[in-house]
Each structure stands twice: as structure tokens, then as C-alpha cells.
């Protein structure tokens, strides 16, 4: 019963055809089923108890130092964050259907009509390291698109990724939805398999550290979703109130300094020395290793040096490297050459500097007085996320449903022919609507 | 005064950050310049003059059998095509300002506001092969969207581009842009250089046969656009129309046959024999050299005999195979194995089986009683194109504006931390508009 990739990418395909072709609100009430499941006390204990031993599992490996801790905190599947979860799913069980929408429809000429129309990917395959909530978000993002998914996560995950897949499984299964949509890989053979699968996936996403994300777009000659780095930036500008400055940058670096959009690095500029001052203290009593700069370190002694590597550096723990720029031009030019266009912040109250930073940042995010922690699929209310994206094309910042959709076009006619077109000869309407 | 690539590219990167924030009405007029200054006589001499020497120049090694006449069509700057232009790049003017939109506004909380504002790609880098008309398409396509372009073309088109190019730059000093947007390079290690450059260059864009496109998707560490290959079918549906099926035949296979919009392989199902014979009679005397499988030659026993590495053959020439399927059903999984997701198209009276084909294609251009040769930018109605997508992410098919361009997510707040949010905590609003 061992089936292989090719095997289990080939059924994937042929019941996501299947699914392409379900009413909207078929799809629909799949995801609000699997949000049921998910908040059901019996599944959550199951939940929990593979969790629990991945867990176990993992402790023995970070006191050998071969795991961090900041990876064991992503492993932990917690009531607040089966609750994210169930709300995630309801809210994208509320969004609007994408798959079978017309987004142009054009007359050519009489009885000659081109039309644009909106259609799943095909097959996803996802690769992520732990994080067993990737599980049930990016299949609900999946199956609310139309698209079938190869799902392959961390090791460390193992149990409590297979405890989801089987939960979704059997929720498609009585929602009469082929399960083959869903599946899960073993091993990193598995992947390296799947990765070469280029007949049968339409897009790889891969999700985890930037080394991780690098090493699957080298082995893959399908197109990769995916963010390589998240080295964000927070500028504090000479009009930044020196609280907010502080609560933000707290907020920035602290609440997760694993994720990709927390700061690595924090600027300012002079006249910004007070909100510099409270944000220094503010970090240093939340337990952040600063790193400062000559000038910096000016300011405050008690500070590391940053050397140059630092700012290129994404510590991804709570540490953070503090730099003195000239002025808000040399704060863009600093971003634009170590930032990973993710997202970057400014504090200040000045209207026009704030304009002028997110006018000129060229970044998935750009954010006025507001923690970077924001870029997220689910604050933004996608309802999930598959990724944040730090390219430029299809996809931008955190990928909710729209990027899981693509479209055909389509065009029906009487027998036109081409060479009948063009200057001397038949003319087009190019009427819209 | 020689410059290197770096050089140009980042000339290019700067001119370009200043054409994003003109208004787009000025962006607009630029397009209308270039039309003009293509419509006048003295102008058209002069690119005329260039393209003879071009033309000259490969005649002799057409000769030799170094160029094929396929590829000396294509480099033929004709009346018709330089009004084709001048028609595009009016088209394309009168178009919508895709920059600076706002494609969502929401809010996250009070005062919390989340808007997605699209915004151009930054530096195209554009390597084409023999077809000067790609120079100013691609250019006002990049103009209209606020993007610098880098461009290569084929060195047997060099004369005629060197002469548009001079023309577009002495267009945009007049109306005050920076003329460093637009640049040419010349050689293929100027290609291999550019293709290196990660920093500078956002999309790569890549026109020319399917090595061609291989070749530069290998060099390339950037995103490439381009189609590898187009190989389109007509199917013959039992109750297709023979007068229809022959001259949509003829149009898709001899209008323009090294176009990757023609089709290679026409396939036909039991009951569709006298839509075959008149398709065959006229495809013959249009000088087209047919390969059957052996249903086929068994009706039409002059053809010659199509191996199964036909099906799999994209000529480029005035060469057609065809196939016999025994249905609907099998004319799908013909195409969806030998196809390159360019154009599809069948001939058929029943709407039924119309549906069912466009229902279950994947391609990029899906039609039903027209020629796969109107799959082209300036007939579906986008001004221009830049080339045709087979890939299926962020822009398929014929890509005009709307593919060139991204977005960035924009949040203005008063402070706000992502970790006052969750569940038992602050509640976002997600109201839009």
C-alpha cells in the first residue's frame, strides 16, 4: 500500500480536476466542516496528544543543541492557536468564491467574444518546516481554490501533521470529496521526488528559514513560492513619540522573533534620540541582545557593536542590530540595500516624512506607525496565508486565495479566421462588457 | 563612453523610480509621441534604411543555411506592421493607469488601515530574437505600467533596433523623461551579464523559439517570462462545419507559421471524415506538408507517415500532423500530454461538446469556432504584448499591462501592536472599503 509521489501527485491531480468542477458553496461548506472538526473536544485531545509527542520527541534534541527553541515554539499546537485556526477557516469559508468568475469579457468583432476566466493552479505542493498549523491552514486555502495539495512538513511535526491530514481526510471523505486531494509526504526523498514533479505540480510553496527555502528552489524546476529571508526594518524618524516608539519596537522584535516579520534591525535618525532612548529601554527590559552602531553606542554604552555583518543579518531570535542614519533618504538607501522587501515600518508624527517613506520603500509591506507583526495573512484578513512573498510577481506579502488561482482565456466564435484582421481589412470592436 | 551592463541597468533602475511617480497622464502622452514620431514619413525612411541593411545582411546567410527564411519574415519591418504599431501604442495610451491603484482598502481596526496599491515591476530585462516590432511594443507597454526596460534583440535585427531605439530615446528627451529608461545591449555577453543581475533587474522577459527561451530560463537567476513552447491543436469534432474546419485550418497553420500561436497538430474523432477531407484538400493546396497516423493516411493515403515523435514536434513551418481520436474524452488527453498550455481550439456545431472542451482544457487560451492565431495581445485587445505566458503564475496567456505590474500592501496606524490582537484580546474589524 506504500503508493508512490508520482502515484499520489497522479490522484491528487485527478480528484483536484474533480473538485475544480464542485459548485462554490460545495467548497464552501467543506471548510466549515473541517473548522467543526477542529473545535471538536475528542479531535482536539487526539490533536494534543500527537503534539505532545513531538514534543517530547523534540526535547532530548534541543538539550543535544541539534533543534532551537524558537523551532520547538512554532511546534506547539495551542488552544489559541487551534482557535486561530477555527476562525481562520470560517472567515475563509465567508470569502468569495474565485474559481468559474469572469474578470474581462470583451467582444472581438460581432459573435466573437473573449472572456477571462478564473481557475485553480491544479496541485500545490507545499514544503514546510515545524509548524503543524500550516497543515490545516494552506489545505482550507487549497480546497477553497479548487486546488489539490502535497503536503510535506517537518520531521519534528511528523505525528501531529499526520493526526491533522487524517482528521481532513476523513472530514472530506464524509463531505463526499475524493481525500486524495489531501496528502502527506515522508522523508526528505519524498520531496526531492515530488520536487521533480513538474508534469503533475503547478507550484511549489515552501515555507521556513531562508536556507530551507533555498535549498527546495535549487532542486526544483517548478516555479517556488516562498520568502528566502525576512530582514525587516523599523525607522524611527526625529518626529517619532518616543512611547509608541518603544511599544512598537517591543511588539516588532518580541512577540515572536522567530517569524519573518519581526525586525532584525532598528534606524534612526537625529532628533529622534528621546523615542531611541525609551525604545532602548523598553528592549533591553523585554531581554533583547542589542547590537548598536559607533553612534549608537555613543548614546549607549552598555550596547554590543554591530559590526557590517549585522545588518545583513537575519538573527531570527531576540536579537536586534541599532543603526544612526543622516536623514530619512539614507534610512531608504540603507533599506533598499539590506532589506528583503518584506516589510519595513516608520514611526513618526511628521505626515509628510511618513508619506515620503511609504512612497519610496519597495517592499511587500510598508507600514506608518504600526508593528511589522501585522503581515500576516490572517491579520489582514485573507483568512490564511500559504506564505508571505518577497517576489514581485504574482503574488506580493502574505497569499491568501487569490494567489492560488489563475485563469484561462477562453474564446468563442463562428469561424472567424485572423488574416481577416488588420489595417485594410476587418476592424475589432474591443467592446467590453 | 562605453557603459556596462551594471551601469545601464542601475541608470535604467534610477530613471525608472522617477517615471513610477509621474502622473499617469504624462505617462499616457509619451505613448502618443511614439505613435507619432512612427507615423511620420522621414522617420519611417530611416527605420526603413535600417531594416534593408538588416534584411541585406541575411540574405547570404540564408544562403548558407546559417538563418531560416521563418526567421528573416519575422524581421521584416513592413508598412503593415509599423501601423500595427502605431495602432498598439494608441491603443495602449487610451488604456487604464494601472499604477498608483488602490485594489483594496481595509480596515483592520479604528484606525488601523490597510490599502493594496499597485505599483510598476521596476527593470524589465527583455531578450527577444529577430523581430525589430518587439522594441517599441515592449517599450510602450513599459512606459504605460512606469517601468525601465533593458533590452537585447537578435543581432541579425540590430541595425533596425539600434534605429527604433534611437527614435524612442530622442521621443522621451523631448517629453522630458529621462531617456536612460529605455537601453540596448548588444552581444550575448551582455545578455549573460544582465541575466546576473538579481539586484537590478526585476522580470526577465524572454521572446524567441523554445531553445531560445530554455537557454535564458537557465542563465537566469531572476523569474523569466516566456512561453517554451507553443504547440496548439485544432480538434475536429464530429459536428464540426468542413467549410469552417478548413479555413480556420489554413488560417492557424499558414498565416504565420512560425508564430508559436499556429497550430502543429490537427486531430479529428469518427464522424468528423468530411470536415477532414475538405481541411485536408485545403491545407494541401496552401502547400503545407501533412503527416498522418495510419487512420488517417487509411482516407488520405498521399499523406506521409506521422511518428509518435511528431505529436510531440513544434515545426514552425508550413509542416501539420494529424491524428485520429476516438473521442471527445481522448482528443483531451492528447493535448493534455502533447500540448505546451498555449491555445486549444475545436471546430464543432454542438455546444455541448464546445463546452465540454473549454470545460476541460488546461491552456491558456481555450476556443471553440475561431483561429488559435487570434491568441495574440494587440487582437485580444491589451495594446500590445509583451509575449505569451505558459506558465500559469501571475499573468497567462498574452501579457499587456496588467502583467506588469505589482502591488504593495500599505498599513497607517497610530501605534498599534500586533500582539493586543487574538483570541480574548482586541478583535480586528475587517471592514472594507
Same mark, same amino acid.
Given at each position: 500500500m506504500t503508493e508512490t509521489v508520482r502515484e499520489l501527485a497522479s490522484a491528487a491531480r485527478r480528484a483536484g480536476r474533480r473538485l475544480a468542477h464542485f459548485p462554490g458553496p460545495e467548497r464552501r461548506s467543506v471548510l466549515l466542516a473541517l473548522a467543526d472538526a477542529l473545535g471538536r473536544s475528542?479531535?482536539?485531545?487526539?490533536?494534543?496528544?500527537? /503534539?505532545e509527542a513531538d514534543l517530547a520527541a523534540a526535547q532530548p534534541r534541543v538539550a543535544a543543541g541539534e533543534l532551537t527553541q524558537a523551532l520547538v515554539d512554532r511546534l506547539v499546537l495551542s488552544t489559541s492557536k487551534l482557535d486561530a485556526l477555527c476562525d481562520g477557516l470560517v472567515q475563509l469559508a465567508g470569502q468569495k468564491d474565485l474559481v468559474g468568475e469572469t474578470t474581462l469579457r470583451r467582444e472581438l468583432d460581432d459573435g466573437l467574444v473573449l472572456s477571462r476566466v478564473s481557475c485553480p493552479l491544479g496541485v500545490l505542493g507545499v514544503v514546510f518546516e515545524a509548524r503543524p498549523d500550516a497543515v490545516p491552514q494552506i489545505t482550507g486555502l487549497a480546497l477553497r481554490t479548487g /486546488?489539490?495539495?502535497?503536503?510535506?512538513?517537518?520531521?519534528?511535526?511528523?505525528?501531529? /501533521?499526520?493526526?491533522?491530514?487524517?482528521?481532513?481526510k476523513s472530514t472530506l471523505k464524509m463531505q463526499g470529496i475524493d481525500p486524495a486531494v489531501v496528502s502527506l509526504l515522508h522523508g526528505r526523498e519524498q520531496v526531492d521526488e515530488m520536487l521533480q514533479l513538474d508534469d503533475l505540480i503547478d507550484l511549489v510553496i515552501a515555507r521556513g528559514s531562508s536556507e530551507f527555502v533555498r535549498y527546495v528552489q535549487s532542486k526544483s524546476s517548478i516555479e517556488v513560492l516562498g520568502h528566502a529571508e525576512g530582514l525587516c526594518h523599523l525607522f524611527l524618524h526625529a518626529s517619532a513619540d518616543a512611547s509608541m516608539a518603544a511599544r512598537i519596537a517591543v511588539d516588532a522584535k518580541c512577540s515572536y522573533p522567530a517569524a519573518c516579520n519581526a525586525i532584525e534591525t532598528l534606524l534612526w535618525e537625529p532628533g529622534a534620540e528621546a523615542a531611541l532612548a525609551s525604545t532602548v529601554a523598553a528592549l533591553a527590559e523585554a531581554g533583547v541582545t542589542l547590537k548598536g552602531c559607533e553612534a549608537t553606542r555613543g548614546?549607549?554604552?552598555?550596547?554590543?557593536?554591530?559590526?557590517?555583518?549585522?545588518?545583513?543579518?537575519?538573527?531570527?531570535?531576540? =536579537?536586534?542590530?541599532i543603526g544612526r542614519v543622516e536623514d530619512l533618504r539614507r534610512a531608504l538607501e540603507h533599506i533598499d540595500r539590506y532589506g528583503s522587501r518584506h516589510t519595513e515600518a516608520i514611526v513618526a508624527q511628521d505626515d509628510g516624512a511618513a508619506s515620503a517613506f511609504v512612497a519610496n520603500v519597495d517592499a511587500a509591506g510598508v507600514f506608518h506607525n504600526a508593528s511589522t507583526r501585522f503581515a500576516d495573512g490572517y491579520r489582514y484578513g485573507l483568512g490564511a496565508e500559504v506564505g508571505i512573498s518577497t517576489g514581485k510577481l504574482h503574488a506580493r506579502g502574505p497569499v491568501?486565495?487569490?494567489?492560488?488561482? =489563475?485563469?484561462?482565456?477562453?474564446?468563442?466564435?463562428?469561424?472567424?479566421?485572423a488574416s481577416d484582421y488588420g489595417p485594410g481589412k476587418r476592424k475589432f470592436t474591443h467592446r467590453d462588457g
Open positions: 475528542e479531535e482536539r485531545e487526539r490533536l494534543r496528544a500527537a /503534539n /486546488n489539490a495539495v502535497v503536503l510535506k512538513g517537518g520531521r519534528e511535526a511528523q505525528q501531529s /501533521n499526520e493526526a491533522l491530514v487524517s482528521l481532513i548614546l549607549h554604552p552598555a550596547l554590543g557593536a554591530a559590526s557590517a555583518e549585522d545588518w545583513a543579518t537575519e538573527y531570527g531570535d531576540k =536579537t536586534l542590530s491568501g486565495v487569490e494567489g492560488l488561482v =489563475t485563469y484561462r482565456w477562453i474564446l468563442l466564435g463562428r469561424g472567424q479566421v
